[in-house]
């Protein structure tokens, strides 16, 4: 039986969330490379090419970019991070004590 139809929004919600995946794969290989001696280290923009190939081959095509990369491994954060510290009426720490 397929599955049910999702909205616009949803989907949009669903590949924000297969990207954000992605980047944490690239951010964990990036980390890997760097234990490596330097002479074989990967480039950013090669460990970011090599993640959007895996995804395409499992059929979920992301964009995976070395300066968003870069951005994340300086502590950078995501706008929906972002939006949900700035806009939330409630830290996480409180919505878990209120849903608890």
């Known amino acids: 039986?397929?599955?049910?139809?999702h909205s616009i929004?949803?989907?949009k919600q669903?590949?924000?969330?297969?990207?954000?995946?992605?980047y944490v794969e690239a951010m964990k290989e990036y980390h890997?490379?760097?234990?490596?001696?330097?002479?074989?280290?990967?480039?950013r923009k090669a460990i970011c090419r090599d993640v959007a190939e895996k995804w395409k081959a499992m059929r979920k095509p992301v964009t995976v970019s070395a300066d968003t990369l870069r951005r994340r491994l300086e502590g950078g954060r995501t706008c929906g991070q972002f939006n949900t510290e700035q806009?939330?009426?409630?830290?996480p720490?409180?919505?878990?004590?209120?849903?608890?």
Not at 32 to 43: G, L, N, T, V
Request: hydrophobic share 35%; glycine share 2%.
């Open 14 to 22: 669903m590949a924000r969330a297969e990207q954000e995946k992605a």
């Open 87 to 91: 806009n939330a009426w409630l830290s």
């Open 32 to 43: 890997d490379e760097q234990k490596k001696p330097e002479s074989e280290r990967k480039s």
């Open 9 to 11: 929004a949803k989907k």
């Open 93 to 100: 720490e409180e919505e878990e004590s209120v849903v608890a």
């Open 1 to 5: 039986m397929p599955g049910i139809a």
